[in-house]
């Protein structure tokens, strides 16, 4: 009988997988959120951007948590007891549908559309009371179709979920999408470096694990605090929508002494910022996960938590940004 490896040898092998895993599967969430957003924001379209991101990675969530068959070889093997615990469901999971959606760009949306703050447009409302039907809008229509994606998702589960992966395939797998993460950072930063017209990708893709691997951490020792409420989430979620109010301040906010000119001037620093706005806080915050949870609480503690999260969301952005555009002023940051 083959002897069981040792208590430190199976968690080093987890936490390590793992890691790479949600380390490569932040890099091609942030590019799907990007590349979505770019493919879907256009002239005439009926619904474009973040919400295709947010639907697509709800879709993929769906399929995931009510998906058990394809996982049941890797759950006989001596190393995991859950499937959350299997490296690549952790990547997919918790770093491609995790960084793929983003919780702080959907009320970044919803206070500009509320405040008519759009970058590089304006619109005339009929009187400023109707930015509270575009915040109600923004958030019925992101919200409602990422809870549609879910269900979606879980639909195709039960179509799709009839196979298992082999474990030799399985350990293949996992050994090239750990490989495959630390090859495309290490690209990422030389990119940064030798490409300049590719910064607004290269910084958001070496932000984005930095912020996937915190969320990770916060949910794993903080969900567990209450039962009724996923206190890690929560905390990912409202840290990452403070940090980037912050950092939309910074890059779109009129400078004090001339209102000619934003606070950060340097386009290096415009691309810095707009890496950690779309790396790590799009990143750092989740709606996929969001929505897992919001379906897997109970009624009531459900529209608590989504109310709580929503409204706490949505009041720092006016405090921060808001209480700036009506003092000061914001405008287009210099690598719009």
Known sequence: MTPRPSFLKIYFHLDVATVLNIINGSIWGVLARKGLTVLTTYSGSYLGGLIWANFTACLVM????????????????????????????????????????????????AFNKSANTLPS???????????????IAVLIAQLGLSCSGFLMGKHLCEALDIFSIPIRLYKFLELGTSILGIVAYIIAIVLIGTEKSWRSWTFA????????????????????KFKKFPLGTFTANILGTLLLAVFTL?????????????IVTKLIGCHVLAGLDDGFCGALTTVSTFVSELFFLGTLHSYVYGFVSSVLAYVIMILLLGSYNWTIGLMDPVCT
């Open 62 to 109: 769906g399929f995931l948590v009510h998906s058990s068959r394809i996982w049941r070889t890797s759950l006989d093997d001596k190393y995991y007891s859950t499937k959350a615990q299997i490296p690549i469901y952790a990547g997919i999971a918790t770093g491609f549908c995790g960084t793929c959606s983003s919780f702080s760009s959907v009320f970044l949306e």
């Open 250 to 262: 910074l890059s779109r906010g009129k400078s004090i002494s001339t209102s000619s000119h934003p």
């Open 121 to 135: 447009s304006s619109y005339i409302y009929p009187n400023s009371a109707y930015g509270i039907m575009e915040c």
């Open 205 to 224: 893709i070496f932000f984005a694990p930095w912020g996937a691997l915190l969320r990770f951490y916060l949910s794993k020792y903080l969900n567990g």
